[in-house]
């Protein structure tokens, strides 16, 4: 994430820090190695502050470039997968330089790498774009990862909100994921009484706790 006291929130695609951003893609390559975790969020960064989004685009997805390609071969080096997130700047962070999957899958097919894949977060998903259903579809190929939060409150999914995720659940099995599906919400209570929303879920799908089924005991 680079150094969050001085502001930032990543270093990939922000210029003049590519020497930062290379020593801090180790250090994390270093830790997942240690605990076992194949994949890395590769974090764009943050718009220089004062500087316009526009006049800056095309240094920043020069940069981003670039240093996807340097990621891309080192991960390759321990069989990993580098993920990028698009995060909304409607609500969460408004200069992030990262905004949607269609700015992701653009930037992942100039880079190139088959390592490197969509993270796609669909609470950001949903603000920015909405049309989940057609977003999954058409950028399934590419997503390494989903992560899942309600809108617009970012609790859990059975909280009140936009998004309907017995659907969506089903709609991903129907696509043939077969991911994690990272809970990256903000629980009303405790991380236990937020999950009642699983064990509902699983009871629907007429499957016992742990996700497994009679049948498949």
Known sequence: ?????????????????????????????????????????????????????????????????????YAADLLSQEDMIGLLEPINNRITDPRYYLNTPHQAAAILEKVGRPNLKLQLDLFHCQIMDGNLSRNLETYFPLIGHIQIAQVPGRHEPDSPGELNFPYIFELLESLGYTGYVGCEYAPKGDTLEGLGWLRSYWESRGLQHGGTSEAAK
């Open 1 to 69: 994430p680079g150094d969050p006291e001085a502001g930032e929130l990543g270093l990939a695609a922000v210029p003049g820090r590519q020497a930062a951003f290379r020593q801090a893609l180790e250090a994390a390559v270093r830790y997942a190695r240690a605990v076992g975790c194949p994949r890395i969020h590769v974090m764009a960064g943050r718009i220089p502050l004062g500087t316009d989004r526009a006049a800056v685009a095309g240094e920043m997805e020069t940069t981003f470039i670039e240093n996807l390609r």
